[in-house]
């Protein structure tokens, strides 16, 4: 028992507390503020290993009003049952005071890391490039990881092969089709390739917390060349829900809440930003990634918000200065057609189920080394010519 003291409250109404604190933590829930999340958990079919293990990834699951009312049954739980539905509010009374009062370790929420990743074998961490099956004593009780994807990690023989030996055929069939490959002098060279892998890797972190480049890599080609192919692959490693979507073209006047609707996002699309209308601004675009704050509707500013990591394309580059350009963007040329043949509408399901764990691990990898090179402050002067030539 989870006894909590309220000394404003009856013995009643600390029974039902009481009773809800213990139905959350017996079903293994977590609560954020009002709302309960539940832990995804993979089956599988070996005899020998339990049917099913958590994932260390939390989906919401009800609100904690509803947790309270199919808590409490009328004929299992006559007494408290009463005491729920005599006086109305009290639902409402007894879940406030239950988020108020959730002060034991296995209720607390702990927010998703987006570099932290569930794979049907264990928990990867791209910031410290650590593996944890599942069941491993060390693995920490309180990492919160951002998706689940039910395919194995093979975490050793990546290591075995070197972060840039990984492949990732789809994406690198794109970049060479791209002529982007590009050589290295050194190992402390830079490639196209590693740029671009850098680049997407980047995404996985939330804005601003390992680098203040302040840059967003921009896809630009005429045709089909496979803009959205790579958009889909750079947002194939996040969870349902979690990306933002932006049309390209947008006024400072419409720009003004639309920030608000996605400041909770891990990481937004920019879509075509010179395909027709009145595309961003360079001012309206740094505004809405790079805020300062967030005006929000009806409610008080969000101030100080982080970046919001971002993949962005177009057709051409957007009519903004020279400067703009180079300090805000990060063009990646996608020059060449692709042919019928080589729009394959399956390659995202393919990529998603055979080739997301060499991604994930090759892309964090070359961002790490993207940082080292150089550094956190600047970018550009680290990048190949065919990232910085306009």
């Not at 390739?193 to 997407?200: C, F, H, P, T, V």
Request: hydrophobic fraction near 40%; glycine fraction near 8%.
């Amino acid at each position: 028992m989870h006894m909590f003291q309220y000394p404003d409250i009856g013995p009643g109404t600390e029974a039902l507390v009481t009773h809800i604190t213990d139905r959350l933590l017996a079903r293994g829930r977590r609560l954020r503020d009002n709302e309960v999340y539940e832990e995804l958990r993979a089956f599988h079919a070996d005899p020998i290993l339990p049917r099913s293990h958590g994932t260390h990834v939390w989906a919401h699951a009800m609100s904690l009003e509803d947790f309270v009312v199919t808590s409490v049954h009328r004929h299992t739980h006559y007494a408290l049952w009463r005491i729920l539905t005599e006086k109305a509010g009290t639902i409402a009374r007894v879940a406030d005071l239950v988020a108020r009062g959730h002060g034991c370790p296995g209720l607390v929420w702990h927010p998703p890391q987006s570099h932290v990743t569930a794979w049907a074998n264990g928990l990867y961490n791209g910031l410290t490039d650590t593996f944890w099956a599942y069941g491993d004593p060390s693995l920490p009780a309180e990492w919160t990881a951002a998706s689940f994807h039910d395919s194995p990690f093979p975490h050793g023989a990546f290591l075995a092969q070197g972060w840039r030996a990984v492949p990732v055929p789809p994406l690198d069939g794109l970049i060479a089709h791209h002529g982007l490959g590009g050589s290295r002098d050194g190992e402390l060279a830079i490639s196209s390739s590693d740029a671009i892998y850098g680049l997407l890797g980047r995404l996985q972190y939330e804005g601003g917390s390992r680098d203040t480049w302040g840059v967003t890599p921009y896809v630009v080609g005429m045709g089909p060349t496979g803009k959205s192919t790579l958009t889909h692959m750079a947002t194939a490693s996040f969870a349902p829900g979690s990306i933002g979507h932006l049309a390209g073209t947008m006024d400072e006047r419409e720009s003004v809440f639309a920030r608000s609707r996605l400041h909770a996002k891990a990481m937004v699309v920019v879509g075509d930003m010179t395909e027709r209308g009145q595309p961003f601004t360079a001012q309206v675009f740094e505004d809405f990634l790079f805020p300062r704050s967030i005006p929000v509707m009806c409610k008080p500013a969000l101030e100080g918000p982080p970046p919001l990591p971002a993949i962005a394309t177009g057709d051409r580059l957007p009519p903004w200065s020279a400067d703009d350009i180079i300090r805000l963007l990060v063009p990646i040329p996608f020059t060449r057609h692709l042919a019928m043949e080589d729009m394959d509408h399956t390659i995202i399901d393919r990529f998603r189920t055979e080739d997301l764990a060499a991604y994930v691990y090759r892309s964090n990898r070359a961002y790490a080394h993207l940082l080292a090179v150089a550094g956190p402050r600047d970018l550009r002067p680290a990048l190949p010519h065919e990232l910085r030539s306009l």
